[in-house]
């Protein structure tokens, strides 16, 4: 796993844009997709490199690029500062920093536009879990180019979407995205409830939408084993492996 130093490259607008730390897994073979994953709150990019490695998808051609969340916040459980995308309270999802998660998606943007430049946005998925999940979801529907599809585990959903879509809905070339949610059971941080919202809301955009329930708790792509190697197989046109076992209960919209 290789590591990026700090820049500053240019955005739309607004000055120059922080570059953002990353760690990146490179395939072991030729180069045929990429997915850029953003962890959670109190994480880094050996959370979700863990999850990638899981999946072995560096064997299947996947570049995997990591992330690391620029901003620090007290945590609510020992006061000390750590790692998010934007300060939040996640006893209350409800509620969101929209500035603070508009200026994340800034630097976020340069660096998928960076990624799609090497491998093209049809073979570019945003993956990302709880706080993470929010981000990928918003950065991927405001995207101007059509991507591959976008992975979220433990997703709560913003309380005013549309206010973070320009024109109050998705990009255009992003209207159909193909979105997998997968959900604890048992998660008591971020319930249930808010990813099956999401998951209503994409459905009644348009978008297909794969839900997979699972029995765990708040735990980073916990239980994934067939169903997200499936839908990364199906939205980048390359095989990716899956384990045999049969997962939880599932349901594609």
Do not use: K
Not at 80 to 102: A, S
Request: charged letters at 15%; one cysteine or more.
């Amino acid at each position: 796993m290789s590591a990026a130093g700090r820049g500053g490259p240019q955005g739309d607008g607004g000055g120059p844009v922080r570059r953002l730390e990353r760690e990146v897994i490179e395939p072991a073979g030729p180069h045929r997709a990429t997915v850029v994953w953003l962890h959670g709150v109190g994480q880094g990019p050996a959370d979700l490199a863990a999850v990638a490695d899981r999946l072995g998808l560096a064997a299947a051609g996947v570049r995997g690029v990591f992330p690391r969340a620029p901003v620090e916040a007290p945590s609510l459980l020992t006061g000390l500062p750590v790692p998010c995308w934007f300060p939040q309270n996640l006893f209350t999802p409800d509620r969101i920093d929209t500035p603070g998660l508009l200026a994340v998606l800034r630097p976020l943007t340069v660096l998928l536009r960076q990624e799609t430049e090497r491998v093209g946005a049809a073979r570019t998925v945003v993956a990302g879990f709880s706080q993470g999940a929010t981000v990928a979801v918003t950065l991927s529907l405001r995207h101007t180019e059509p991507l591959a599809g976008a992975a979220l585990y433990a997703p709560f959903l913003p309380p005013d979407l549309t206010a973070l879509l320009p024109g109050g809905r998705p990009a255009p070339a992003n209207a159909r995205l193909p979105v997998w949610i997968g959900h604890g059971a048992r998660d008591w941080i971020v319930p249930e409830g808010n990813g099956a919202g999401l998951r209503d809301l994409l459905t009644s955009w348009g978008h297909p939408v794969t839900w997979q329930r699972y029995p765990g708790g708040h735990e980073a792509f916990a239980g994934v084993r067939a169903s997200l190697p499936r839908f990364l197989t199906e939205v980048l046109a390359t095989p990716v492996p899956r384990a045999p076992d049969p997962e939880p209960s599932a349901r594609a919209g």
